[in-house]
């Protein structure tokens, strides 16, 4: 397998680890409120973690976001950290930048009508907020707690805009879903423009190496490739460890 991949860094050192081994860098820092309130200073630490890089993609605020909230201030105050995420992401000149799906299972006692809801306000809000997201620029939306990729779907392409795409979480389908992986990267097919690769127990996100973990995820990733082509893996958990499973695959 020929598979690209980024991955977060959190200091020089682990920057360098990433430059060595030609793996890109997918930006986690503003993710953190902190980040982007205090933008001016906190940039320039990006931008040297960036110096090099074989590519960058970024993550962007998940923490407390909810815009299928039925409290319009909710609603505001995840806008404006959607909002401050397209500011960073343009001004490091990243084309690629994910937000999370707000799927709340808990909620909905898995009735018809609140998942018809909830389908609804997502693509009113992401429909709204389309203008915002500058040309060139693709926002992927991530599965988290989502159970059905039919659903996920649904909020795509009632979106309808080729600046707002699919992001893949594997390791999240497999705790969140009884869907086999190999159907949602069939259903997302070429809606996808990012994955995030992480391993788990199949019981909880702990974001484990890549070949920790009980994710058949070589025959994952062919999936994925089968269905969208050459897309970006960024590993949500430690580079380091997952080496040996990117050797064994081919991919580095």
């Known amino acids: 397998m020929n598979i690209k991949f ?148 649904e909020v795509i392409r009632g979106i309808g805009s080729p600046k707002i795409r699919a992001c893949f979480d594997i390791g999240h389908a497999n705790i969140s879903s009884r869907v086999p992986l190999e159907t949602w990267a069939r259903v997302l097919g070429d809606s996808i423009a990012h994955v995030h690769i992480h391993d788990n127990d199949g019981k909880k996100d702990l974001h484990l190496p890549l070949g920790h973990g009980v994710i058949p995820l070589s025959d994952v990733v062919r999936s994925v490739l089968e269905y969208t082509g050459n897309v970006v893996f960024a590993m949500e958990c430690s580079a380091g460890l997952s080496m040996d499973w990117i050797r064994e695959n081919g991919a580095a």
């Not at 933008?39 to 815009?67: C, E, N, R």
Request: aromatic share 14%; charged share 25%; proline share 4%.
């Open 6 to 153: 980024h991955a977060t860094a959190f200091s020089q050192d682990d920057a360098d680890f990433l430059r060595k081994n030609g793996i890109g860098l997918e930006i986690g820092q503003y993710a953190n409120p902190a980040f982007l309130d205090d933008f001016d200073a906190k940039h320039p630490l990006i931008t040297g973690l960036m110096q090099g890089m074989s590519g960058v993609s970024m993550h962007g605020a998940y923490y407390d976001i909810f815009y299928t909230s039925i409290d319009p201030l909710i609603v505001e105050v995840t806008k404006k950290r959607f909002l401050q995420s397209i500011r960073a992401a343009s001004f490091h000149g990243i084309d690629c930048l994910t937000f999370h799906s707000v799927y709340r299972p808990q909620f909905d006692g898995h009735s018809e009508a609140w998942t018809d809801a909830f389908i609804k306000k997502s693509v009113g809000f992401w429909k709204d907020f389309e203008a915002n997201i500058p040309d060139g620029m693709t926002v992927c939306i991530e599965n988290v707690d989502d159970e059905d990729p039919e659903v996920f779907m």
